[in-house]
């Protein structure tokens, strides 16, 4: 099992920047992949950016050269640096887990952090 909590979602204007936090129940070197999904009103949940254990990272176009992901191990925690940030980036902004346990992959969720971009 690994529990999530998210933090840091906000209000801020277009053009600002906001740092996004997840805090993992278990070291991060037991989970294979971790990241950062969003849903706005209407939409479907839409993958924003992941890092896997080995370090490698994806991020969605919309979100390239804009936000980043980052970790620190020894905090369990995974960080989603949003700077640049549009109004359509508003959304419900979840932590996500993929854990491979006994030969079986699990998919684990925070409770979300509400990200709105408006002035």
């Known amino acids: 099992q690994v529990q999530l909590v998210e933090s840091g979602g906000d209000l801020v204007q277009p053009g600002g920047s906001l740092k996004l936090s997840c805090t993992a129940s278990r070291s991060i070197f037991s989970i294979n992949a971790m990241g950062w999904y969003r849903q706005a009103p209407g939409k479907e949940r839409e993958l924003v950016a992941a890092i896997t254990s080995g370090g490698n990272t994806n991020y969605a176009d919309s979100v390239k050269g804009r936000f980043s992901i980052s970790t620190d191990n020894f905090k369990n925690t995974v960080y989603l640096h949003m700077n640049s940030l549009k109004p359509e980036d508003t959304a419900v902004y979840y932590c996500?887990?993929?854990?491979?346990?006994?030969?079986?992959?699990?998919?684990?969720w925070g409770q979300g952090t509400q990200v709105t971009v408006s002035s």
């Open positions: 996500h887990a993929r854990r491979l346990d006994h030969g079986i992959m699990y998919d684990y």
